[in-house]
């Protein structure tokens, strides 16, 4: 195959997982249609305020883009990890233990500016990466699936969590004491919001450099994953875990790895939070859904670090929206949540159907093996009792 085949193989592939993915976003948007609907609002109405709730102003913009920052982190690092075959159900506690290590240096510890945030992120993404490389060594050393390990790590973040708040719980309230201005990431500064027209309205978001980090970090993983030999043996690993041995990669390592720079990338994105919007860290009666949504973000991405701007971009946008149409119109908020679910279902039932044929195709292969590895057994066997057979007949 010529390297113009190639290429041309490849722009079909991404044309084909775009136009699958549009055709996802449409079913779901008809699916919440119905919805509408059945609840008696008007669906075109509806629509139309989703639209105004991005797009109305400037200020609206730049909160769909905070509130899309967080998620695009945390599919990132969901997306990693399933280029290795691993399934991240921890980027919640991932995010968590972000958010914990971030509030912690940024309140507790007294260095100068642009210092501070750095260190926070620094020490953020360490916890996190040992946080995700506990799941991936119980894979690689026992054996017990990544789902189990992180759903139950996820929890031991959320109640850790709440520890930290109520030992710095400010009187009367549900809330942590805020990090000194020192540690905030804020991107703009009041000066900055004085410009006129369009950017005065855009920088009353609170807008931080967590969005740029977000951008960095999306050129990194792409770069590690296509062009280095890292991003080789993981992939490797990912689509046959088997052949890669065979290979000479340690693949015990290598998930190891995978889930430690998945966990770092979704504590990056607690720490910005932390540090460029919330200031604090707040009791937990639940889940905040920022590891779940990146699931959601990865899928329809379709494990692509590029994709997953967009993607990101798109549930951000939507659930920040789901504010306005609830404000204009009365609608609960979670017919967002349906229409993200029913998006999601459309991108991740072939998705499913993909990985029970390779399991089926590779049961199909093993048993192949094994057969054929018999029956050279019993022709060697063959062979030997002829063998002997001869040797007594001449004695």
């Excluded at 991936?136 to 050393?141: C, H, P, Q, T, V």
């Excluded at 997953?308 to 609830?326: D, E, H, M, R, T």
Aim: hydrophobic share 50%.
């Amino acid at each position: 195959m010529n390297k113009t085949t190639k290429t041309n193989s490849k722009l079909t592939r991404g044309a084909s997982k775009i136009s699958f993915t549009l055709i996802s976003i449409l079913l779901g948007f008809l699916v919440g249609a119905l919805v509408l609907v059945i609840a008696g609002f008007d669906p075109l109405e509806g629509f139309k305020n989703l639209f105004l709730g991005v797009f109305k102003t400037p200020r609206h913009m730049g909160w769909a883009i905070v509130t899309s920052t967080p998620i695009i982190m945390t599919g990132l690092g969901v997306c990693f990890a399933f280029k290795t075959g691993l399934f991240n159900m921890g980027a919640e506690g991932q995010f968590i233990v972000g958010t914990i290590v971030a509030f912690l240096v940024g309140y507790k510890f007294n260095l100068p500016p642009i210092i501070l945030p750095i260190v926070a992120i620094v020490l953020a993404m360490l916890a996190g990466a040992l946080y995700g490389a506990i799941a991936g060594f119980i894979k690689a050393k026992f054996g017990i699936h990544e789902v189990i390990s992180t759903i139950m790590l996820n929890w031991v973040a959320y109640y850790f969590q709440n520890f930290v708040v109520y030992r710095n719980r400010q009187p009367n309230s549900m809330g942590s004491f805020d990090v000194s201005d020192n540690a905030k990431i804020t991107l703009f500064t009041d000066a900055a919001k004085r410009f006129d027209g369009f950017f005065s309205k855009f920088f009353r978001a609170p807008i931080h450099w967590g969005t740029i980090l977000a951008i960095v970090a999306v050129i990194c993983v792409w770069y590690i994953l296509n062009k280095t030999t890292l991003g080789y043996e993981l992939k490797a690993v990912g689509l046959n875990d088997e052949a890669s041995k065979y290979g000479g990669i340690n693949s015990s390592k290598k998930l190891v790895q995978s889930m430690a720079i998945s966990g770092a990338i979704c504590a990056l994105a607690g720490v910005t939070q932390v540090l460029g919007f919330t200031y604090n860290l707040s009791i937990l009666t639940s889940m905040q859904n920022f590891g779940f949504d990146g699931l959601a973000v990865a899928l329809l991405a379709s494990n692509n670090p590029i994709g997953v701007i967009f993607s990101g971009l798109f549930f951000g946008s939507l659930k920040y929206a789901g504010n306005n149409l609830q404000r204009s119109m009365g609608v609960p908020s979670e017919i967002i949540s349906i229409i993200i679910g029913t998006i999601i279902l459309f991108t991740a039932v072939p998705l499913v159907f993909r990985i029970v044929k390779a399991k089926a195709k590779r049961r199909k292969n093993l048993k192949k093996v094994n057969e054929d590895k018999k029956e050279l057994i019993d022709k060697e066997n063959k062979e030997e009792k002829i063998e002997i057979k001869e040797d007594v007949d001449n004695d």
